[in-house]
T-cell receptor
Framework: QKEVEQNSGPLSVPEGAIASLNCTYS??????FFWYRQYSGKSPELIMS????GDKEDGRFTAQLNKASQYVSLLIRDSQPSDSATYLC?????????????FGQGTILTVHP | DAGVTQSPTHLIKTRGQHVTLRCSPI?????VSWYQQVLGQGPQFIFQ???????GRGNFPDRFSARQFPNYSSELNVNALLLGDSALYLC?????????????FGPGTRLTVT
């Protein structure tokens, strides 16, 4: 079992729709969770961080965390063509792994006009 | 404010050679982490440095080494390059080393080994 798994893509949604990206993780003691966006040929850009169960909203983005189910998701409302990118889920297990982010393989999102 | 900077942007090396990649963190950030990203995969953790000391190491061979300087900038060194070392090398900085601190990535160095 991979440490961090993301829903297989690619994901294609029409402009204005809600895009839903999902991620599960295996280390039950994981402490912090991040979503990065990566455009083709560029480096990852942090878009959301979440540390406790529940929802966290930032503009059109909502991150949801359920530690009991070891599940984190990202919702993008009113999707725009500029949201087309690879979305990476990253988990920090904490403890002695202070700086280590473990990434999923990424989900490619395409928003078509 | 300037973000994380990395140099060089691109690099082409031959198998068996050595390479040094450089990173300057965001001003005020004391922790630097290095990641390797091959095409189609998420980044893989190589090292974390905090206050000039190695604080974490990923599953990479001893050919990979790094250090952090008093100004918190960092170098990643790779010896005896293999074709499989071709990847995007990413540096990420964070204010401190705890799990709660967000990591911000630089633009990366794309290394091609021929």
């Amino acid at each position: 079992q991979k440490e961090v798994e993301q829903n297989s893509g690619p994901l294609s949604v029409p402009e204005g729709a809600i895009a839903s990206l999902n991620c599960t993780y295996s280390d039950r003691g994981s402490q912090s969770f991040f979503w990065y966006r990566q455009y083709s040929g560029k480096s990852p850009e942090l878009i959301m961080s979440i540390y406790s169960n529940g929802d966290k909203e930032d503009g059109r983005f909502t991150a949801q965390l359920n530690k009991a189910s070891q599940y984190v998701s990202l919702l993008i409302r009113d999707s725009q063509p500029s949201d087309s990118a690879t979305y990476l889920c990253a988990v920090n297990a904490g403890g002695t792994s202070y700086g280590k982010l473990t990434f999923g393989q990424g989900t490619i999102l395409t928003v078509h006009p | 404010d300037a973000g994380v900077t990395q140099s060089p942007t691109h690099l082409i090396k031959t198998r068996g050679q050595h390479v040094t990649l450089r990173c300057s963190p965001i001003s005020g950030h004391k922790s630097v982490s290095w990641y390797q990203q091959v095409l189609g995969q998420g980044p893989q953790f190589i090292f974390q440095y905090y206050e000039k000391e190695e604080r974490g190491r990923g599953n990479f061979p001893d050919r990979f080494s790094a250090r952090q300087f008093p100004n918190y900038s960092s170098e990643l060194n790779v010896n005896a390059l293999l074709l499989g070392d071709s990847a995007l090398y990413l540096c990420a900085s964070s204010f401190s080393r705890g799990a709660a601190y967000e990591q911000y990535f630089g633009p990366g160095t794309r290394l091609t080994v021929t």
